[in-house]
């Protein structure tokens, strides 16, 4: 595997994991295409997202944006459980009675800087309550004997967590982790990336703009990452060029505005990341 690359699929409005590991797993930096939300059971686990580490407590959730780049990392051999519920875009933007949209918890995650939701023990036992229904459903049906209107129901289900979710990520009981990395300079840099795709970038000029050595920029940003400068440009150029294709922006338009300087270059590098060439429906 290369240092980060997009996994898993997903088809279906929304998949459900259950999942428990003993062994010491190591994690590859990765992404996905779809919104990612992980309730954490047992073990000990740190999880880093986007040069943010955090230190999980059991039920903490961990609310993964598409697209951003992540991975967890076991500290020991304790077993390391979680539920994890993938979740589609545009199901997710489908969910809204008007004002009132699904997403809000992926929006506040974003402008707090944080990727962890720690809520109350109320929220913690409904949301327990609602994965152990959600899963007898799900176990039912591979067993041929699914109950009366099973997939409504699940779908039902995955809707009550998501509105139980965006109530809690509002509460004034819930709390946003902070980063436990140490290393504020890493995250202005990847601000400021963030803030510069459509700009040229590199990283002499990365550097100047910290007052920063070139050499000690690139191991600050791999040690505290996991990836070099230069990928993590390119395929948060990529992903911004992808959002603004769907958006209805024509392809070649998208090209320079996510920062590429030559199209060829950019229609390469997006077909070997997304598996598919850049095209406007």
């Known amino acids: ?39 954490f059971l047992i073990g000990d686990v740190t999880y880093h997202v986007e040069g943010r580490s955090f230190d999980l407590l059991p039920q903490d959730l961990v609310l993964i944006p598409a697209g951003e780049i992540h991975r ?83 779908h039902i289900l995955v809707q009550e967590f998501l509105i139980l979710l965006n109530r809690a990520s509002l509460s004034r009981q819930s709390i946003y982790l902070p980063n436990s990395c140490k290393n504020e300079k890493i995250l202005q ?33 791999k040690e505290s990452t996991g990836y070099t400068v230069g990928n993590y440009i390119t395929i948060k150029r990529l992903l911004y060029a992808r959002s603004l294709i769907q958006k209805g922006t024509p392809v070649t338009q998208a090209c320079y505005l996510c920062g590429f300087q030559n199209y060829s270059t950019f229609s390469r590098a997006y077909k070997k990341h997304f598996h598919t060439t850049a095209r406007s429906d």
């Open 1 to 39: 595997m290369s240092e980060y690359e997009k996994t898993g699929y997903l088809k279906e409005d929304f998949r459900y994991f259950h999942i428990a590991a003993k062994d010491p797993l190591e994690y590859s930096y990765h992404y996905h295409d779809f919104h990612k939300v992980l309730f």
């Open 72 to 154: 967890p990392s076991a500290k020991s051999t304790a077993t390391y459980e979680r539920i994890i519920l993938y979740l589609s875009p545009s199901y997710l933007s489908s969910l809204t009675d008007g004002s009132a949209s699904l997403s809000l918890c992926l929006e506040r995650a974003r402008s707090q800087g944080s990727n962890v939701l720690r809520v109350p023990s109320a929220y913690r036992n409904r949301i327990s309550a609602i994965f152990s229904q959600l899963e007898k459903e799900i176990h039912a049906q591979k067993a041929d004997q699914g109950f009366f209107a099973g997939d409504l129901y699940q």
């Open 189 to 221: 840099i990847l601000d400021y990336i963030a803030r510069h795709l459509s700009d040229p970038l590199c990283i002499d000029q990365i550097a100047g703009e910290f007052f920063m050595s070139r050499y000690h920029l690139m191991h600050l940003f």
